[in-house]
């Protein structure tokens, strides 16, 4: 079976541009998470949806939108970007909301 | 606001000696769980600790809870150089579902010939 998926794998993008991300779950997950992670820090909970609702978000401001679409996969948004926004994004997937959650590798976006 | 303290940060070592990575938490949970992360990699389970006294062992590495304590470890016994990676323990907060964990910063492991 494949697991998470991401895609872009990397992209760079301008100060004040939008960016999209994509995630594909492990077929027969329902639950998606988005997680931020800065050069040298652990990753930082963004948004995590479940059956297309949105069941939690982290601390990030608005410019940060994500959504879950029938078939589970999920797209996250960053609008008007900063330089602060270059990070590696994750998404992991899990079948429900229990603690078996498995990691894509990732998109790494830099913005300049 | 939950916090997750790792330490240390960067840990040198050489193959063949033991030693134990401590990841301390600051609210009460009831879900711990340790990953690896290699260069430019994605994170990969490495256990899930789910209660009081829990213990689990996969090769070198075996991790514990103490969940009165808020304290987990991490102990790497006779490391071998693939064990070079870091090492990041989080944390579900008591009464959330899974999937929005805090993280500590890492433990960055080298083990040195």
């Known amino acids: 079976d494949a697991g998470v998926t991401q895609s872009p794998t990397h992209l760079i993008k301008t100060r004040g541009q939008h960016v999209t991300l994509r995630c594909s779950p492990i077929?027969?997950?329902?639950?998606v998470s988005w997680y931020q992670q800065v050069l040298g820090q652990g990753p930082q909970f963004i948004f995590q949806y479940y059956e297309k609702e949105e069941r939690g978000r982290g601390n990030f401001p608005d410019r940060f939108s994500a959504r879950q679409f029938p078939n589970y996969s999920s797209e996250l948004n960053v609008n008007a970007l900063l330089l602060g926004d270059s990070a590696l994004y994750l998404c992991?997937?899990?079948?429900?909301?229990?603690?078996?959650?498995?990691f894509g590798s990732g998109t790494r976006l830099t913005v300049v | 606001e939950l916090k997750v303290e790792q330490n240390p940060l960067f840990l040198s070592m050489q193959e063949g000696k033991n030693y134990t990575i401590y990841c301390n938490y600051s609210?009460?949970?009831?879900?711990l769980y340790w990953y690896r992360q290699d260069p430019g990699k994605s994170l990969e389970s490495l256990f899930v600790?789910?209660?009081?006294?829990a213990v689990k062992q996969e090769g070198r590495l075996m991790a514990s809870l103490d969940t009165k304590a808020r304290l987990s470890t991490l102990h790497i016994t006779a490391a071998v150089h693939d064990l070079s990676a870091t090492y990041f323990c989080?944390?579900?907060?008591?009464?959330?579902?899974?999937?929005?964990?805090?993280f500590g910063d890492g433990t960055t492991l080298t083990v040195k010939p």
């Open positions: 600790l789910l209660s009081n006294g």
């Open positions: 609210t009460t949970s009831d879900r």
């Open positions: 989080a944390v579900d907060e008591v009464g959330t579902n899974a999937g929005k964990s805090t």
């Open positions: 077929s027969g997950h329902k639950s």
């Open positions: 992991a997937s899990s079948r429900t909301m229990d603690y078996g959650y498995t």
